[in-house]
């Protein structure tokens, strides 16, 4: 059973930065890809950044174009979001997932990934 684990949430000032970091663990696939997903209270899951293990090609949403960068860990199957010059509407639950296959391209939608983690929440003061 596939597993992810993130943490790295909590609360900044507009302005400031956080770093969130995700595991997996339980999986046996040879390529893959991992993402960063948000949700905030009362909307829809949302895209954040996606990177392919393999080649590390990368994919944001154009919310966070310049401010956010995924990136992998040195251990398999980590992965990490920088976010810098966060805003109040990045406030939102944060969620790590993965699937297996790169998915090239545009950022992949929620609907591209089974495996799920708990989320960490981050919160966005003005």
């Known amino acids: 059973q596939v597993q992810l684990v993130e943490s790295g949430g909590g609360l900044v000032q507009a302005g400031g930065s956080l770093r969130l970091s995700c595991t997996a663990s339980?999986?046996?696939?040879?390529?893959?890809?991992m993402a960063w997903f948000r949700q905030a209270p009362g909307k829809e899951r949302e895209s954040v950044a996606a990177i392919t293990w393999s080649a590390g090609l990368t994919s944001y949403a154009d919310s966070v174009k310049g401010r956010f960068t995924i990136s992998r860990g040195n251990a398999r199957s980590s992965v990490y979001l920088q976010m810098d010059s966060l805003k109040p509407e990045d406030t939102a639950v944060y969620f790590c997932a993965i699937r297996s296959g790169s998915y090239i391209g545009s950022v992949p939608p929620p609907s591209a990934f089974r495996s799920w983690g708990q989320g960490t929440q981050v919160t966005v003061s003005s």
């Open positions: 339980g999986h046996t696939f040879s390529s893959y890809t």
